[in-house]
């Protein structure tokens, strides 16, 4: 007499392999674990094609920045609603990774140079930026570092949709209502990344909106500081220091609430000063031009 258990796989085996044939396209034994997984799992070469079809990953595509996408020749994303997104150059080196939760960017993100340098690391929440954010020169060497904050951005957000005054205390909040304008600047990538303006500097970053909130830094390609400073909720705060390419000071400038307050210097590249002027919250109270 066959046992009970062996008469039952004898029945079902048939079932299933005829189930793994049929959804997989291919024959497999009862005993691997490719006859119940999806065709993309089970066959590793079709998980990295040139264009995912899950409809959420071809949203959380499209988020990734123009001029790094179009060097992409190669993809390869989980088909759910939460994975990770990869992308390879045409020289077969890995461009970028990152971590996604239905149609946005949730978790790490890190990109690279199609010569191997990372190109710039981050995290995200909800989509938006937070934390520590870094970008690299072509050549490996340091390019900007910011700190956002997604948590303040998301307040600000609800703040300026509804106007509800128990959010109003954020600086931008407050200073917004002053000045329209200001809010859509304060939160725009564009703005948070002004200062790698010239052609051998150009960044384009994963985002279009963030809320800078801390330390920022930028730094010339040979490696020397640019400009550094301090925001608070969107907003420059306190000392903001400029220097030339070869380590000179140019510019010291103090800022409150993004404008700026206090005494702001100038100098020439032997070190001399060019000007000093006095703000009282934007407002100019005192210039001295020194340079003649």
Not at 174 to 191: D, E, M
Not at 204 to 219: I, N, Q, S
């Amino acid at each position: 007499m066959v046992p009970k258990v062996l008469f039952t796989l004898l029945i079902l085996c048939p079932v299933v392999s005829s189930f793994a044939q049929l959804h997989t396209g291919t024959s497999a034994s009862v005993f691997t674990e490719s006859a119940f997984l999806p065709e993309f799992m089970a066959d590793a070469g079709k998980a990295t094609n040139n264009q995912p079809q899950n409809v959420t990953n071809v949203a959380v595509k499209k988020l990734v920045p123009p001029s790094l996408a179009k060097q992409i020749v190669k993809w390869q994303s989980s088909e759910t609603k939460r994975g990770e997104l990869k992308g390879w150059y045409s020289n077969g080196q890995l461009a970028l990774v990152a971590s996604f939760h239905k149609a946005e960017f949730l978790g790490v993100w890190v990109s690279y140079h199609d010569n191997g340098t990372k190109r710039d690391e981050g995290q995200f929440e909800r989509g938006y930026p937070t934390g520590e954010w870094k970008s690299w020169y072509r050549s490996g060497v340091l390019r900007s570092v910011r700190h956002f904050s997604a948590s303040k951005l998301m307040s600000v957000e609800i703040w300026q949709s509804t106007r509800n005054p128990k959010l109003s205390f954020s600086k931008l909040a407050t200073a917004a209502l002053v000045n329209p304008r200001l809010f859509t600047k304060a939160i725009s990538a564009g703005n948070a990344f002004s200062g790698l303006g010239s052609p051998d500097e150009t960044y384009e970053p994963p985002f279009v909106k963030c809320l800078l909130h801390g330390f920022y830094a930028d730094y010339f390609a040979n490696g020397m500081m640019k400009e550094n400073g301090y925001y608070q909720d969107g907003l420059k705060d306190g000392l903001c220091t400029k220097w030339s390419y070869k380590g000179e000071v140019l510019s010291t400038a103090y800022y409150f609430n993004g404008l700026l307050h206090g005494g702001c210097e100038s100098f020439s590249l032997d070190g001399r000063i060019n000007r000093l002027s006095e703000y009282h919250k934007g407002k100019l109270m005192f210039s001295k031009d020194y340079s003649y």
